[in-house]
């Protein structure tokens, strides 16, 4: 019995280790408002959004799909603004973008509606999955594959995950350690020229003092 219940347990740990990274939000936009939030992804991951966008409804007083709202999804890398992924999109469905390099990713959203009398009050509920590359495309291969394989194929694929976050943060570390060892300098500089300029003023002191004792005939 024993045995089983370790047995289990180690299953269960596997399991929680080939999930993909997924987490659910939902939001509200206003008129022509528009909502972004950032995320940072490593280089080369796969990003899946299920949403549902329902405009509120005056006469139900509910939230409810209505097939004239427009969505506009725009992705841009960060800092440098680079674009990535640009679609207009029915209010309910799914779509998909790859980062190409890692650092944060702005994922901004815009509704537009074409009816005269709609609201412009719109919720959101985004289902967002961060997945491997690889790992999304041997899924869309369509192989037999047996259950060992696959988890050692998703553990695998976590294992690649993993090492694109080391390397990120070891860019991120590094990009710190430079600003750092820029910002040392700057103070090591500031501090000799303060060093300096006390220096000559303590001269100039000396032979002011020296010069006033001289005219005095105290020394």
Known sequence: ????????GICLVVLLCTLPSVFGLYFYLEGAEQKCFIEELPKETMVSVHYTAEE?????????????????????ELPD????????????????????ESGEHAICFFSSISGWFSSTKVRFNLDMAVTDILEEMSGDTGEAISDLERS??????????????????????SEFRDKS????????????FQLIVLGITCAWQMRHLRGFFESRKMI
């Open 152 to 173: 050692v194929r998703e553990l695998n694929h976590k294992v690649g995950d993993i090492r694109r976050e080391q390397s990120y943060l070891r860019d991120h570390e």
């Open 56 to 76: 509120w409804n005056e006469d139900s007083k509910r939230f409810a799909i209505n097939k004239e709202v427009i969505i506009e999804v725009v992705v841009d």
């Open 181 to 192: 060892e820029a910002a040392n300098s700057h103070a090591v500089t500031w501090t000799l």
């Open 1 to 8: 019995m024993a045995f089983s219940a370790t047995r289990w």
């Open 81 to 100: 603004g680079n674009r990535i992924f640009h679609q207009k999109l029915s209010p309910k469905g799914q779509f998909k973008f790859t980062s190409a």
